[in-house]
């Protein structure tokens, strides 16, 4: 099974607005990572986690707020975003990270479209 | 720096026939990663096949194949008898040491496959 699951599909705030992104996988991974992908363009990194802890931040805005509460979630909340934050926001996990080998294949949820009106 | 290079924007393919998608990639470490993924309209990822740096043959899953040339740095994945499902976004990436294992996406390629 290589279901990573994302909650919800779709999802469109206001810039004032508090809401969350879900991702959950049941694969014993221990890695999990936040990707953001603008229309007709590659994914790029956001976060990454390994064993629940932070270990790459890519640089991002602290409207975007990251939370691994075990190793089988992981959240992403947002908080006053900005128009140009709309994007597809996908979740990926691996078995771990960093270690080289098939291990690294990261393995992505539906992803979460996101509109900031 | 890595980079991955994808110079094809756009392929079409006759359904049934094999087509290349083309990925070049630079690194300066021994020890690297490379994956293709699949992104249909609906937006999510899908792994299709990967290589190892190491490994002495070419990686094959299924209808798909990756032509591996290291001194080349190119590898790119050949699907086989085309189906109007493949029809997608392909990403090719990379992962290195030298990038803390990273997981970096070229700029993608649009295949469309024609009934």
């Known amino acids: 099974d290589t279901e990573v699951t994302q909650t919800p599909k779709h999802l469109v705030m206001g810039m004032t607005n508090k809401k969350s992104l879900k991702c959950e996988q049941h694969m014993g991974h221990r890695a999990m990572y936040w990707y953001k992908q603008k229309a007709k363009k590659p994914p790029e990194l956001m976060f990454v986690?390994?064993?629940?802890?932070?270990?790459i931040n890519e640089s991002v805005p602290s409207r975007f707020s990251p939370e691994c509460p075990n190793s089988s979630l992981l959240n992403l909340h947002l908080h006053a975003l900005q128009p140009e934050d709309s994007a597809l926001y996908l979740c990926?996990?691996?078995?771990?990270?960093?270690?080289?080998?098939?291990?690294?294949?990261?393995?992505f949820g539906p992803g979460t479209r996101l509109t900031v009106l | 720096a890595q980079k991955i290079t994808q110079t094809q924007p756009g392929m079409f393919v006759q359904e049934k026939e094999a087509v290349t998608l083309d990925c070049t990639y630079d690194t300066s470490d021994p020890s690297y990663g490379l994956f293709w993924y699949k992104q249909p309209s609906s937006g999510e990822m899908i792994f299709l096949i990967y290589?190892?740096?190491?490994?002495?043959q070419n990686a094959t899953e299924g209808r798909y194949s990756l032509n591996f040339q290291k001194a080349r740095k190119s590898a790119n994945l050949v699907i086989s008898a085309s189906q109007l499902g493949d029809s997608a976004m392909y990403f090719c990436a990379m992962r290195d040491i030298g990038n803390n294992n990273d997981m970096r996406f070229g700029a993608g390629t649009r295949l469309t496959v024609k009934p």
């Open positions: 290589q190892g740096s190491y490994d002495q």
């Open positions: 986690y390994s064993y629940e802890k932070l270990s």
């Open positions: 990926a996990s691996s078995q771990v990270q960093g270690m080289g080998g098939p291990t690294d294949t990261q393995y």
